[in-house]
T-cell receptor, first 116, second 114 residues
Framework: GAVVSQHPSRVICKSGTSVKIECRSL??????MFWYRQFPKQSLMLMAT?????????EQGVEKDKFLINHASLTLSTLTVTSAHPEDSSFYIC????????????FGDGTRLSIL | AQSVTQPDIHITVSEGASLELRCNYS??????LFWYVQSPGQGLQLLLKYFSGDTLVQGIKGFEAEFKRSQSSFNLRKPSVHWSDAAEYFCAVGLSGGYQKVTFGTGTKLQVIP
């Protein structure tokens, strides 16, 4: 089946640093990728939708300058948390789809981000 | 606005017992409904989906769900739970049709006891 690899799985860094998370579709072309954030014991909140070669569409309340998304190829999207602070600590999950309403989302295993 | 409600935050069942996880949705148009499972520290795996047609849908791992339009529900069921089913389960509704841009419920954590 379709595989989505997310890296790193866990990162711990100091406040003020920037962190980049990669999401790769290993065996299919991902025309659309989604980035979610999940707080402890809560559901996934969609942060943004990115289509290959286009600017990401951010959900209301998500700071686009804080969470930079790049989807430069059909197999890779990156989320960069800039100048991270403790309140950015969370579980970030990406998903990828081949596009079209009948193409399922395939999820990565998530990245646990902890900002000290 | 569309929304998904999972009224049970946490459920505990004995291994071998039957399971039903509740899901109610609010959506003006024909809903596209999903159930996902998440193991600790991992992403989500699709269990099953409803787009149209037969309202009783079969999924992986022995799960099934029934769409009831009159009750705005899409409950997940399994006749006999295994210890490996312990995980968090999320119901979701597709906002723009199909798999694109879904809204997730708050999840139900399933604990299985011997």
């Amino acid at each position: 089946g379709a595989v989505v690899s997310q890296h790193p799985s866990r990162v711990i860094c100091k406040s003020g640093t920037s962190v980049k998370i990669e999401c790769r579709s290993l065996d299919f072309q991902a025309t659309t990728m989604f980035w979610y954030r999940q707080f402890p014991k809560q559901s996934l909140m969609l942060m943004a939708t990115s289509n290959e070669g286009s600017k990401a569409t951010y959900e209301q309340g998500v700071e686009k300058d804080k969470f930079l998304i790049n989807h430069a190829s059909l197999t890779l999207s990156t989320l960069t948390v800039t100048s991270a602070h403790p309140e950015d600590s969370s579980f970030y999950i990406c998903s990828a789809t081949g596009g079209g309403r009948n193409q399922p989302q395939h999820f990565g295993d998530g990245t646990r981000l902890s900002i000290l | 606005a569309q929304s998904v409600t999972q009224p049970d935050i946490h459920i505990t069942v004995s291994e071998g017992a039957s399971l039903e996880l509740r899901c109610n949705y609010s959506y003006g148009a024909t809903p596209y409904l999903f159930w996902y499972v998440q193991s600790p520290g991992q992403g989500l795996q699709l269990l099953l989906k409803y787009f149209s047609g037969d309202t009783l849908v079969q999924g992986i791992k022995g799960f099934e769900a029934e769409f009831k339009r009159s009750q705005s529900s899409f409950n997940l069921r399994k006749p006999s739970v295994h210890w490996s089913d312990a995980a968090e389960y999320f119901c979701a509704v597709g906002l723009s049709g199909g798999y694109q841009k879904v809204t997730f419920g708050t999840g139900t954590k399933l604990q299985v006891i011997p």
